[in-house]
């Protein structure tokens, strides 16, 4: 038996469309050609990477989410006295 079932098991399969953050293109380059002069900025860099992982993630929960988490039914039996 199973501590965790799902109402719709088959959004699971959709979760590696989680990951399209991580793949695809930030967005096109800006038609500037000064800019191959400038330096690269890592805090821009860091920030956008952890934006694309914070996207990921949230997709992955809302994925998860929309699949139904659900715990099975099981029996509890309590005693009280009075």
């Avoid at 380059?29 to 805090?43: F, K, M």
């Avoid at 949230?58 to 509890?76: I, S, T």
């Amino acid at each position: 038996m199973s501590w965790l079932g799902f109402d719709d098991p088959w959004v699971l399969w959709l979760l590696p469309l989680a990951l399209l953050p991580l793949i695809a293109p930030a967005g096109t380059p800006l038609p500037n050609g000064w800019l191959r002069y400038a330096p690269r900025d890592r805090a821009s860099t860091l920030v956008g990477w952890a934006l694309r992982g914070a996207t990921t993630l949230a997709l992955a929960e809302l994925l998860f989410a929309l699949d139904g988490p659900l715990r099975p039914e099981y029996h509890v039996e309590r005693v009280g006295q009075g």
